[in-house]
């Protein structure tokens, strides 16, 4: 594909910094309207379709698709134990990847901890400096916020509601889903608006069967709402339809790019308008302000592989390098006029850090489906979505807010249960009998914003390029419930039937854990 090179000489009407779904989309919406668009991407353009190989059998690859023996993924428990920077302790490990870079496929995808290194309180932080971010290992849930979280104030008086409603944003989620494609089922929920939905995916057996019971219980499980285009995108020659094909959820990529990815879906047709200049390998460190009027006039950036430092202007800058890493980059942009950083009047760039909890999950068996001939149930982008239930029409006195489950169920291509105990032929008989019948679901809760939940810059740790590090101050918390006054816990969970309290409260350390159901769908199916 033909680009135009870098101009350092040019202004372009806008400098992106990062090419995730933020920075894909602005790349998209302003080349489309004919600006001249200038995005500084810091890690490679990666081959992806060599990197996932969602068709490559287990047995073609080394090490079983494991990562090579010279390096390490952070498990759980040396998360908990160690402290950040994460390298020390870890010395006979060349390289050194997050929890989510253990497959063989990710190791050029996420970021190596010792070149990437963050100081401060146990996390797990995972980034994929590539072409795309993580757009390339997503796990593909496209959901959309609605009122009760723009406006959970009302309903709760914990912290503020967003200066924005469903209705405004509706009509840009209309938008994007055209761009995503998204695979699920109309349920006219207030609490989880549907989107345009593509072809859905079908719910096996064992899914029912639970889908059945929830029901009873006004309970909602539905089909995985995938941002994956089941009916194709005429629009987009970059991407195909999804073919049901592959070990999907073995690896978190598509390569035939049915799951939405922000290069296929929305760089490379950016660049076909020739209006997007692409420099990839381009760190940005900071953002420089004119002077004379106090706005951004560009940036300056080091060219990731020779080091070599360069300036280029932008009438807009547009900080698109994820949450944290543009929070880093308007801290580390201090000017006479902004000595704070930029954008940090309020004092609150990196303040109010909050994400997802995700980690406690619970699995069983479907008895009557032990010993059934196995199902092809691989190749599915996804299996059930358990709505949140809590908090929406009674007011629990214990938390506020609500959580979902993801799960699934069914045969996969390595089978679910190996981890009981057994040997030899009779273990193998156990396990196939087995295999299909096991269901599983992992929760994902809402962690409230807080100020005193923030990250700065680390007066003495720099990354390799030689730019401060990010320092992480951040807790979980728990406040005991007082009784009709909000302020009533960090995110969700009581602790009845799915063990999310427990895990908030009494855990220490970082909270990416117990069950991830990624992590999950790869041992148990999906
Ligand atoms: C394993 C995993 C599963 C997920 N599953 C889901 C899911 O199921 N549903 C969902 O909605 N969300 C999911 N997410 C979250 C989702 O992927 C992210 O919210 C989204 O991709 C963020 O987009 P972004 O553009 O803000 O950041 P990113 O995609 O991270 O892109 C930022 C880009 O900026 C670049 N960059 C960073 N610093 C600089 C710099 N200084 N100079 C230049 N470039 C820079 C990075 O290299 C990167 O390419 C998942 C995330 C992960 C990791
Ligand atoms: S099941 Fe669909 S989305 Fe998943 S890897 Fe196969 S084609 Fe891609």
Not at 253 to 260: E, L, R, V
Not at 286 to 303: C, K, L, N, Q, Y
Not at 308 to 325: C, H, M, P
Not at 485 to 513: K, S, T, V
Request: charged content about 25%; some cysteine.
């Amino acid at each position: 594909m033909a680009q135009p090179e870098v101009d350092l000489t040019k202004k372009y009407d806008a400098v992106i910094i990062g090419s995730g779904a933020a920075g894909g989309m602005a790349a998209h919406v302003l080349t489309t309207h004919g600006l001249q668009v200038l995005l500084l991407e810091a890690g490679k353009k990666l081959d992806i379709e060599k990197e996932l190989r969602s068709m490559q059998w287990p047995y073609d690859n080394a090490h079983r698709g494991a990562l090579p023996p010279d390096s390490h993924s952070i498990s759980f428990n040396e998360y908990t134990i160690r402290r950040p920077p994460y390298g020390p302790g870890f010395e006979k490990s060349k390289n050194l990847y997050s929890y989510i870079g253990n497959s063989d496929c990710m190791k050029n995808i996420v970021v190596n901890e010792r070149e990437n290194p963050f100081t401060g309180t146990n996390y797990a932080w995972v980034r994929a400096r590539c072409l795309g971010g993580k757009t390339n290992i997503w796990g593909r849930l496209a959901l959309r916020l609605s009122d009760y979280d723009f406006k959970a104030k009302d309903r709760d008086g914990f912290g503020e509601n967003w200066p924005i409603s469903y209705s405004d944003i509706a009509p840009y989620y209309d938008k994007v889903d055209l761009y995503l494609g998204i695979t699920g089922v109309k349920e006219n929920l207030p609490y989880l608006p549907d989107s345009l939905f593509q072809r859905p995916t079908k719910l096996n057996c064992a899914e029912v069967t639970l889908q059945q019971g929830l029901k009873k219980m006004g309970r909602v499980l539905t089909q995985y709402r995938a941002g994956v285009t089941t009916d194709g995108l005429k629009h987009n020659k970059y991407r195909s339809r999804c073919y049901g094909r592959g070990a999907c959820e073995r690896k978190g990529g598509c390569d035939i790019h049915a799951a939405f990815d922000s290069p296929t879906g929305l760089i490379y047709p950016a660049m076909d308008t020739g209006n997007l200049t692409l420099r990839t390998n381009s760190t940005v460190r900071e953002i420089t302000v004119d002077p004379a009027t106090g706005r951004a006039s560009g940036v300056h950036f080091t060219d990731s592989q020779t080091m070599k430092d360069y300036t280029v202007r932008g009438k807009v800058v547009i900080v698109a390098a994820s949450t944290l890493e543009s929070a880093r980059l308007l801290l580390l942009s201090k000017s006479r006029l902004y000595p704070n950083g930029l954008a940090n009047s309020s004092g609150h760039v990196g303040h109010n850090f909050c994400e997802h909890v995700m980690g406690p999950g619970v699995a069983g068996q479907a008895k009557d489906l032990v010993g059934k001939p196995s199902t092809l149930d691989d190749g599915r982008p996804g299996g059930f979505y358990l709505a949140r239930f809590r908090n929406l029409t009674e007011k629990n006195p214990n938390f506020i807010r609500g959580y979902g489950f993801e799960g699934g169920s069914g045969s996969s291509m390595f089978p679910a249960g190996t981890d009981q105990p057994g040997f030899g032929a009779s273990f193998k008989e156990e396990i196939r009998k087995n295999q299909g019948s096991y269901i599983g679901m992992g929760a994902f809760g809402e962690v409230l914003a807080r100020y005193e939940n923030y990250v700065d810059l680390d007066p003495v740790v720099k990354d390799k390029w030689g730019v401060p590090a990010l320092r992480f101050h951040y807790k979980i918390r728990r406040e005991r419930a007082q009784h009709g006054q909000g302020h009533e816990g960090d995110g969700a969970g009581d602790g009845r039937g799915c063990g999310l309290q427990d895990y908030l409260c009494e855990r220490p350390g970082p909270h990416r854990r117990m069950v991830d159901p990624r992590t999950w769908n790869r041992t148990h199916g999906k």
